[in-house]
């Protein structure tokens, strides 16, 4: 489904449901040079069952066109933006990775516009390493190896895949392969530099979700269990996958997501 | 500046162990032949569920079954693609991935060197349902060039021809391909992931019958098709069957559902599902078992090949060798830059004496099996004109780089002094 945000075509995939503006919205973001197909396994259920999902691709990202936004601060005026495009007035935010710091900025930013948050995959600061920064400075395929080594568990590939007959690891290489020149470099750096203080998490209001993986090689489980301490009230679901939770342990991840959303 | 990153495991460790972790039911270490047609939904919302694509999981064993999706994603992993789909053979994987991407009106631009149950199915029995296919010479890529059409939705060759023994030059074809936004599909049966990977080469889907190499041992049907995740199927508005919605399944844009994965998605949930030419259980067990030593044996292959290559062309009965190894062969470059490995345990050469000899030849061999395949552990023989290429016309077969003397060997695992003793002998018996 296409928006216009901020002057500039916006797509959001619907779960597989025309989108509809009476039921809860979720609003479910993409990390780091990703698109809406990250969130394949818990989005069409969500869509199916209640709520009214849009999975966006971030500007720059996937089928959304526009400048490439080098801050967590931009990329969640832009979410705040596509609410309104939306015409919704409060959200359900889910965040992965990246993500999470966007949702994370716009619940800090716009916190009546936010019913829930939910932050999977997350780490606040979300420190990025100097070698990953480089490559993807460089727009060398390295730093796509790097995202897809450490976004999974470790010898992800050597295991069964959750969703039959696909490479997770193959799958996330090819989509971070298609982003646009200098996405991942303006991503990462956005990540690195985005440091919201402790009393800004506190200060949260809504109901806060840390989902974190035990195996996460890139936001490592005790970040996540981190940011849950630091937010009142937040619960924390650990869950037995690398940083790609959501295609290495599609139900799990879904069921955490869905247990939150119906509290 | 150079950059470098974490390396993934080798093709050896691949091949031993992608795609399967130890039996989350019994903690087998093998993998287990899950011999069932189909399985339990633990309640109605999960099995509402995966019927929509919902969740992902095994349903119904012709769609996906857990030994089955260990050689697929096995298979994934070694070719570098985003996932697989096992099948009924290598014939049922070329259909689907002609079904998958179109219909009526599509057109195919395909090399003239090709099996001949793959030339079966573009030039007699696709034309019927309205799909045609322009043959073109495997080295020509001006011919490939001129053969593209508006309606063109497929480029289709093998990487190492069979039986001639040409060598399609990938990256070239991936240059037209990329130019005419037309994807490049290539059936590497010959070379196998051991010895080149197509998709690091250029092409974006790749086949195989995975009764040969990837076998070894000659003992089930079977074929994959490996889908590279590189093509943006959403570019234009070429290929409705990933981008518009489909009604055969809620109205599902594949697309828009997975961005490098809506080829597959498409293929198994309409092609799998209505065509049905799914692999059985016990058959991707049969090749998980040769899988495990594929790069350990196409090392034996290739060896044992370059021997006999060597040792032919250098035997007065016979006219002429076919193999890339050898410094006259036409592809001898490209095959050392795009398989530095060796390229091929195919060979095939010209009897000096024609047909007449080449009966005589294949009579008096003792070890090698006359029979129609290749790829086994044991060397075989065949004589393409008469058997696996008899439906072709004079025209084709030399299109196809096959004369009527032409003899295909498929190089074994047995020692190859063994296998040179008993060229010898047959050599003899063909001259007299």
């Known amino acids: 489904m296409q928006f216009i945000v901020e002057g500039y075509p916006a797509f959001a995939y619907t779960g597989g449901r025309a989108f509809a503006p009476s039921k809860e919205a979720v609003v479910m973001v993409h990390g780091a040079a990703f698109d809406h197909s990250v969130w394949q396994w818990q989005s069409r259920y969500l869509a199916h069952h209640g709520h009214a999902v849009l999975a966006v691709d971030l500007p720059a990202h996937g089928r ?97 895949s959750p969703v039959p007959g696909t490479s997770l690891m193959g799958a996330s290489r090819q989509l971070n392969g298609r982003s646009r020149g200098g996405v991942l470099a303006a991503d990462l750096a956005a990540c690195q530099a985005y440091r919201p203080p402790n009393e800004a998490l506190a200060s949260l209001a809504m109901p806060v979700l840390s989902v974190a993986g035990k195996r996460d090689q890139m936001t490592p489980w005790k970040a996540g269990k981190s940011v849950a301490e630091r937010i009142p009230g937040s619960r924390l679901v650990s869950i037995d996958a690398g940083h790609s939770m959501m295609s290495e342990a599609p139900r799990a991840t879904l069921g955490a997501l869905r247990d939150f959303l119906a509290r | 500046m150079a950059h470098s990153g974490p390396k993934p495991p080798h093709p050896d460790t691949l091949a031993v162990h992608a795609g399967q972790s130890p039996d989350p039911a019994t903690g087998a270490r093998a993998v287990p032949i899950y011999q069932t047609s189909s399985f339990v939904f633990p309640d109605t919302d999960a099995a509402a569920a995966l019927f929509n694509m919902e969740t992902p999981g095994h349903v119904y064993s012709r769609l996906s079954n857990p030994t089955v999706s260990v050689f697929e994603e096995r298979m994934a992993a070694l070719e570098d693609g985003v996932g697989a789909i096992a099948t009924a053979s290598g014939q049922a994987a070329l259909h689907l991935a002609i079904a998958t991407l179109m219909g009526k009106g599509g057109h195919i631009v395909a090399s003239a060197s090709l099996y001949g149950g793959s030339h079966n199915l573009l030039e007699y029995t696709l034309p019927r349902f309205g799909i045609e296919t322009t043959f073109v010479r495997a080295r020509d890529l001006g011919a490939w060039e001129r053969a593209m059409r508006p309606a063109t939705r497929l480029l289709f060759g093998e990487s190492v021809g069979n039986p001639s023994v040409d060598v399609l030059d990938i990256p070239g074809l991936a240059r037209i391909a990329e130019a005419h936004h037309v994807p490049l599909l290539v059936d590497a049966t010959v070379t196998t992931p051991a010895l080149g990977r197509p998709l690091e080469q250029g092409a974006h889907l790749v086949t195989h019958s995975a009764t040969k190499f990837l076998s070894g041992h000659g003992i089930v049907i079977g074929g994959v098709l490996v889908d590279g995740g590189r093509f943006d199927w959403t570019a234009d508005e070429r290929f409705p069957t990933l981008t518009e919605p489909y009604e055969g399944f809620h109205g599902m844009v594949f697309a828009e559902e997975s961005s490098t994965s809506a080829f597959l998605l498409r293929a198994r949930r309409e092609g799998l599902r209505d065509f049905g030419a799914c692999m059985a259980p016990v058959t991707a067990f049969h090749i998980l078992q040769g899988l495990e030593t594929l790069p350990l044996r196409m090392a034996r292959h290739i060896e044992n090949a370059s021997r006999i290559a060597r040792f032919l062309a ?32 195919i060979l095939s050469f010209e009897l000096a004496g024609g047909r007449e000899a080449g009966k005589r030849f294949i009579e008096a061999l003792t070890l090698f099996s006359h029979l129609a395949n290749i790829g086994d552990a044991k060397s075989l023989v065949i004589h393409p004109a008469s058997t696996t290429h008899f439906r072709m016309d004079d025209a084709a077969l030399a299109a196809a780089g096959i004369t009527p003397g032409t003899v295909r060997l498929s190089i074994g695992l047995e020692h190859a002094d063994d296998l040179i003793e008993d060229l010898s002998r047959a050599l003899r018996a063909a001259r007299k």
């Open chain 1, 64 to 160: 959304s066109p526009g400048a490439i936004r080098t801050s967590v601060e931009a990329l969640a005026g832009w979410l705040v933006a596509f609410l309104d495009a939306a015409g919704v007035e409060k959200a359900a935010l889910v965040g992965h990775s990246m993500g999470s710091l966007v949702t994370l900025a716009a619940a800090l930013a716009a916190p009546s516009r936010v019913s829930r948050l939910a932050l999977v995959g997350t780490s606040v600061p979300m420190p990025v390493g100097d070698a990953f920064l480089a490559a993807a400075r460089d727009d060398s395929p390295v730093a796509f190896d790097m995202e897809t080594t450490w976004g999974h568990a470790r010898n992800a590939i050597l295991s069964t």
């Open chain 2, 314 to 345: 250098g035997h007065e009965a016979v006219e002429r060798v076919h193999h890339p190894d050898l410094e006259t062969h036409p592809d001898h470059a490209l095959a050392r830059r795009l398989y530095p490995r060796g390229a091929s345990a």
